[in-house]
Nanobody, 122 residues
Framework: QVQLVESGGGLVQAGGSLRLSCAASGGTFSHMGWFRQAPGKEREFVAAIRWIIGFRVYADSVKGRFTISRDFAKNTVQLQMNSLKPEDTAVYYC?????????????????WGQGTQVTVSS
């Protein structure tokens, strides 16, 4: 049974940093990534990484501020978020499998974590 468990969310002031982590168990995936969903908005793509070769893709809104990485030994994927803005406030979801690396559509992810809240105050 596949499980994705996120950690690391919280409250931070604008300009600050947070690091999210997602621990995967019960499966192996060609890629993993992150989406986010703000209140009243649709879930949107944030970043993804190819598990073996490490290629990364980012949403334009986070490029240059967020960095996705993976740890083979711990079977985790991280999202380092710097220079956070109030508009980054959302529930962040870990995703794995499917074809969202190419499509960036949430409907193309096979698995989801439970989500972790990130709140950025102005």
């Amino acid at each position: 049974q596949v499980q994705l468990v996120e950690s690391g969310g919280g409250l931070v002031q604008a300009g600050g940093s947070l690091r999210l982590s997602c621990a995967a168990s019960g499966g192996t995936f060609s890629h993993m990534g992150w989406f986010r969903q703000a209140p009243g908005k649709e879930r949107e793509f944030v970043a993804a990484i190819r598990w073996i070769i490490g290629f990364r893709v980012y949403a334009d809104s986070v490029k240059g501020r967020f960095t996705i990485s993976r740890d083979f030994a711990k079977n985790t994927v991280q999202l380092q978020m710097n220079s956070l803005k109030p508009e980054d406030t959302a529930v962040y979801y870990c995703a794995a499998g499917g074809d969202f690396y190419t499509s960036r559509r949430p409907s193309d992810s096979d698995y989801w974590g439970q989500g972790t809240q990130v709140t950025v105050s102005s």
